[in-house]
């Protein structure tokens, strides 16, 4: 099982991070993506990181403000979101892929667990 959370009302500009929490510890050998969904819109990728932290990816509209990470000691994934804006306001979700082979993906359909979601909201 996966546990989301850190999620909160943020003012433009400012800084967030959010958490995602494994119950087990076979957890380490698997990519973790992160995740959002707007109101009205689909679910998209934000950001992934393989099972051993090495290898990290971003959208495109993300990048340079968010950074991923994982500390596979703790079982936790950890997105740090920082300059943001009102258009990052969603339910961010953590995914698990228990798939070896990949690093992570881009395309919800290749992930087996997935967290609750956590909302952020980017509002003066």
């Known amino acids: 099982q996966l546990q989301a959370c850190g999620g909160g009302l943020v003012q433009p500009g400012g800084s967030l991070r959010l958490s995602c929490a494994a119950s087990?510890?076979?957890?380490?050998?698997?990519?973790v993506g992160w995740f959002r969904q707007a109101p009205g819109k689909e679910r998209e990728f934000v950001a992934g990181?393989?099972?051993?932290?090495?290898?990290?990816g971003y959208a495109r509209l993300v990048e340079g403000r968010f950074t991923i990470s994982r500390d596979n000691a703790k079982n936790t994934v950890y997105l740090q979101m920082d300059n943001l804006k009102p258009e990052d306001t969603a339910v961010y979700y953590c995914?698990?892929?228990?798939?070896?082979?990949?690093?992570?993906?881009?395309?919800?359909?290749?992930?087996?667990?997935w967290g609750q979601g956590t909302l952020v909201t980017v509002s003066s």
């Open positions: 995914a698990a892929d228990r798939d070896s082979i990949r690093d992570y993906s881009a395309l919800p359909i290749y992930y087996d667990y």
């Open positions: 087990e510890r076979i957890f380490t050998s698997y990519g």
């Open positions: 990181v393989s099972g051993s932290g090495t290898r990290t």
